[in-house]
Every structure is written in C-alpha cells, then in structure tokens.
C-alpha cells in the first residue's frame, strides 16, 4: 500500500513510539490522526498530525471517533494499535508480606489496555473496511516480552495475544484485501523505557543484545512503514531488536 495520500489512525500517538510513527507516516505523505488519552500531550503535537482524543478500552468512544474519521475524510486505509502501558510485576514477590501474589486487578488491568483495546480499536475500523470494501493495513505494536519475559506476566500475556491476533485476522481478513501484521519492538531508548528500568538494567540488556544498544523510535517507525508498503507481507511478527533474545 503506499503510505503517501493514505489515511492513517495512530493510537497512543501522542508521545514515544506512537509519535514516531505518526511523524514517519505524515513525513511520507500520509494524512495522519493520532488518537491518545493524554490530552496535555496531544496539544502539543508537532503540525501536520491530527489529533483526536479517545480512550483504546471504551468501545463506545471509539466507534465515535472512528465513525467521525470516515466522516471527515471519507476513509481510513491504515491502522496503527501502538498505545499500550508497559508493566512490571513479578508473579511472587516475598518482600511484600502483605500480599505475596501478583495482584489480580492489576493483571486484568494490564490485558484491557494492552490486548483488550487492540481488539476494540481494530473492530471499530475493520467494519467499515469491510462494509466499504476498501483494502487496508493494520499493524499492531507488539513486544519482545510476548515470548514471556520474568517479572511481567501480564504484559507478556497481553504483547502474546496481540501476536495471536494478528496472525488470526491475516487468516480472516486476508479475503477482503485487509492484511494484518505486528512489529515487536525489543529495548527502544524512549522515555517509557528508562522509567520502566533502572540504569544497570539498562546495561544489562545492552550488554546482551548483539548489537550492544537500545534502539531508536525511529528504526520501529521504519519497520511499520515496510509493513504497510509491502502488499504481500501478511501474519507476520516483525522483531526490531538487535538481535537480542530473552
Ligand atoms: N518503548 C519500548 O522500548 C517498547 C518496547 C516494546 C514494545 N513497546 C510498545 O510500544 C507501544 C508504545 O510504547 P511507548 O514506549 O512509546 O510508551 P509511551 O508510554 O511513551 O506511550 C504510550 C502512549 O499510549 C497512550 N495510551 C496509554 N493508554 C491509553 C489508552 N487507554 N487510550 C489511549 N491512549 C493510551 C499514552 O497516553 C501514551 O501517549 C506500547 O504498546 C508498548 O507496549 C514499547
């Protein structure tokens, strides 16, 4: 598909990876609606970036929103599932005698913003692709966590089914000219990233990845873009990670 003249939804767009992506999309000529929960920081996109505010987990809120794209610009060709919360939380931990168990609320929370809403936001778009028939290109951001990585039984959870998903509706969609691929992204150097790790961690994981670095927002930029490019790539699972394995 090319990018230029395409519409394209982003979610979680309005900071780190997300926005990344938007600008990649929007530099290649794309018209581009970022759609974030975080309106602080939608009002300081960078220009040429729609902004819509919506929540990934309320599918009413969604359907409106998607139903207002179609609105105003006739068509949607590409959808980006990027917004997602990564989370950590070992399974055990003994030092909080309190509650040694994972929390279970906490585990669900992390599948509903993680796995839940990439199934909401898909759907929403996904019937009017279909009702149109028009062709499009969903690709969802996954992780190197989906293999299942220690201390994040969720969020591997969640990242895990979103690889299932993706591979499930290349099957389904495929026949309406819908293809559906993933990019798992493994230690990119954003902001999320050096909150989410201590500085040795950091080290650690740099020190194992072959190409001994964090990766920047813009290589997980440029692996969507192949996606959505290439017409025959469908049900695949992109890794963008150095070659690093956990
Ligand atoms: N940063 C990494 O190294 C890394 C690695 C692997 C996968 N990922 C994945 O990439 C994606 C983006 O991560 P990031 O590092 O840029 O995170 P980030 O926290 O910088 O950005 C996430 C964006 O999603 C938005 N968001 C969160 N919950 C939302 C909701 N319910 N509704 C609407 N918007 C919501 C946030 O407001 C934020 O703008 C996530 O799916 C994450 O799991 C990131």
Do not use: E, K
């Given at each position: 598909m090319e990018v230029k003249g395409s519409v394209a939804l982003v979610t979680?767009?309005?900071?780190?990876l997300g926005l990344a992506i938007a600008r990649r999309l929007a530099d290649d000529g794309a018209i581009v609606v970022v759609a974030d929960r975080n309106e602080d920081a939608l009002a300081n996109l960078p220009q040429g970036l729609e902004c819509v505010t919506m929540d990934v987990t309320d599918p009413e809120q969604v359907k409106e929103v998607v139903a207002g794209i179609m609105e105003s610009?006739?068509?949607?060709d590409i959808l980006v599932n990027n917004a997602g919360v990564i989370f950590s939380e070992p399974?055990?931990?003994?030092?909080?005698?309190?509650?040694?168990?994972?929390?279970y609320g906490r585990f669900r929370a992390s599948l509903t913003v993680n796995l839940d809403s990439v199934f909401i936001v898909t759907a929403a778009v996904v019937e009017h692709m279909v009702k149109r028939r028009t062709k499009g290109a969903i690709v969802n951001i996954s992780s190197?966590?989906?293999?299942g990585n220690e201390g994040q039984t969720a969020y591997s959870v969640a990242k895990a089914g979103v690889n299932a998903m993706t591979v499930t509706w290349s099957k389904e969609l495929g026949r309406w000219g819908i293809r559906t691929n993933a990019v798992a992204p493994g230690f990119i150097g954003t902001d999320s990233t050096r909150h989410a790790l201590s500085e040795t961690a950091l080290k650690h994981i740099q020190g194992n990845t072959p190409l001994r670095r964090l990766g920047q927002d813009e290589e997980v930029a440029q692996a969507v873009i192949a996606l959505v490019e290439n017409?025959?790539?469908?049900?695949t699972v992109l890794d963008v990670n150095g070659g690093l394995r956990i």
């Open positions: 979680g767009g309005a900071q780190g610009h006739g068509r949607l399974f055990v931990n003994v030092m909080t005698p309190a509650g040694i168990m994972h929390d190197i966590s989906a293999c017409d025959f790539i469908n049900g």
